[in-house]
């Protein structure tokens, strides 16, 4: 429709001036120009604007939608999606809505000539870009027992404008409101998030409250007070970070400052509908063109407002990560490690022939280990091809490489169902000391960044080691020594033996000595015994209560990886009196190079009543399970193998530590590394 085409001309007065007018005068100017090209993006897209139409002093303003005709002068005509209603009267526009991006542009036209169909405007000079969809999404807050409702009127990353019904207004009028408001912002019924602000002023229109608050520039993590964690680095190439902003539901992007294991930094600019602190992106990633795409949901947890050289406003965002499954945390992990050290690498897969160079070189496979290889060495190979080609659920592995070569080697194992197992820790001669240190220092910074993620299941670690060890008996006992609380980090010294089992050699335990699966009866003396004379942790690093999961359920998740490890407990009673309880572990030979992984626990609770023999027809018949091969036995106390002359070959302390002190081992170690380092005093 064209001007010539309109049947009523409109005699324009003065309008009167809306209560929201200062929400639009937080709007960026616009030129004429940007608007004639915003409404041909709308007829390109075959979308419509929104006109409010005035008619008579008596008659309340309406909103109909539109469709743009192409504008091709200063006067654009509009198609109506439906008729006006028969007894309106259109007097003036108040204003046109545009969409455009994650926003809108308002202005405030002259009409020219209105008919059933359409109309046709003058448009202004300027117009005013405002954020889009912000009064759909509704703030709830309560003050002296008053609950009150609003819709968001603006929104700065410094600045939050929420505008009362009318009801809400006139209670709050009646109240002195406090400073310090928490806010809840809702879309319909959903619950999109929380965050604290403080009440700056107030301005009154009409009926209407406009309350101005200043949001908190935080709000509490998990990871507050951490002293070691949080290592930040960026990333070159740079990746982004894209998310679906909880208001607007439009998708956001920006490149990323610095990347941790357990968050980011990163910078909105321009039109960008800012964050604020407590906002959760239900949907977001991080990514690389389409090299990467790592998903997960995060929350907004701090910002803050600066200033370019230009005067123009940055805001500046920290984003945690809150829910992320395993191997996106791995890989997100992986790249922290790298770009602070270029030689480190997590769980990437490992040249076979180079790892067992490595093995052999460092002398961790040395004569009478590798007897035990003998027999076994197609499957060995097996076992660590599945190991190491790939990340896995249920290992993790750091190397330092360099020159061609793996220089340091460190692994972890899922032991139990929340315990995870350190081994195979070495390091080449050329390498130095840095090395190992180095190792063990990304393998401590990986678990204290992944203590958090409670589907790691890394509630504790757990080691075993020979007291004739230096290095270990260094880092992991001696901090043991160093905290002196058994509920934070516990030894248990063991003595350790080859068992060689005699299938034609069966022998019948003595009248009134039995041995049978554990029952929870024989497991809670085991548990009340350790508690008495150890005070240790091995009772709950184990789960042997199976408070978490059933020993079978990891055991299953192994089977699935084409790994065996099981678990099953055992008994031995005399006069139905518990005497000892025995967890045999079997698994894949080496799975473990010491065999820590495929052995029988004996834990006694009854020294003075087991004796030798008793044990050794114990030890023959459960030894069935390993296939006729020595069975490694770990026997604890370590005294009543002493006392009773049983023979083993070694003593290994079983060491625990309580993932929920992880600063208490981080300053330890860290303290211990100033004294290592060259130039300390």
Known sequence: MTASQAVLSIDHSSRPVSEDAAFLLKGKEVSKKHLINALNHINFKEKTVTLVLQGTPEESPIHIEAFPMPVLSDYPTFRFLKPLPEAFRTTEVTRIIIPDGPGQIHTTPQL???????????????????????????????????????????????????????????????????????????????????????????????????????????????????????????????????????????????????????????????????????????????????LYNLPMEARVTRCKTKLDKKGNKENHFTIHFETIDLETHRKIQSLVHKAEDRNIRLSTPVDPEDLWRFFFETGFIYKSKYRLFLNNKEKIKETYHALYSGPMELTRHMTYQDKGRTLGHMSILRYAERAWLIHHHAALKGGGVKVGLGVLSHMLHFFYDSFWHKAMGMDYLICYFRPENEFPNFFFNGFRQHIRNPKICSTDLFAYLYFQGEPTKVEILPPEWTLAPATIEDISIFSEHYEETSGGMLVDALDLFEHHAPAADLALRFQKAGLKKERHLWAIRYKKEHVALLIVNTSDVALNMSDLTNCIKVCITRPELLTEKILSITLNRLSEAFNNAKAPVLVHPLTWAEERKFHFQKRYYFWVFNSDYPEDYMQYFFDILKLTEPNAS
């Not at 408001?181 to 602000?197: P, V």
């Not at 101005?212 to 990871?223: D, G, N, Q, S, V």
């Not at 894209?242 to 039109?271: K, Y």
Request: hydrophobic share 40%.
């Open 112 to 290: 020219r000539a209105v008919s059933p169909k359409g109309l046709s405007i003058n448009l202004p000079e300027t117009g005013r870009r405002i954020q889009g969809a912000l009064r759909d999404i509704r703030v709830h807050f309560q003050q002296q027992g008053i609950a009150f409702k609003g819709s968001l009127a603006s929104l700065e990353s410094d600045a939050i404008t929420v505008q009362l019904s009318p009801l809400s207004a006139h209670y709050f009028e009646g109240i002195t409101p406090m400073t310090n408001l928490s806010l809840t912002f809702l879309k319909e019924k959903t619950h999109l998030f929380e965050t604290d602000a403080r009440l700056i002023k107030q301005d009154v229109f009409g009926d209407s409250i406009m309350l101005h608050l200043k949001p908190a520039e935080a709000i509490p993590t998990p990871h507050d007070g951490q002293r070691f964690g949080k290592k930040a680095f960026k990333m070159v190439p740079t990746p982004d970070f894209q998310f679906i902003h909880p208001l607007v539901h439009t998708q956001q992007i920006t490149t990323i400052d610095s990347l941790s294991a357990v968050g980011l930094e990163c910078t909105l600019r321009g039109e960008s509908l800012p964050l604020l602190p407590g906002m959760h992106l239900k949907t977001a990633a991080i990514s690389m063109g389409d």
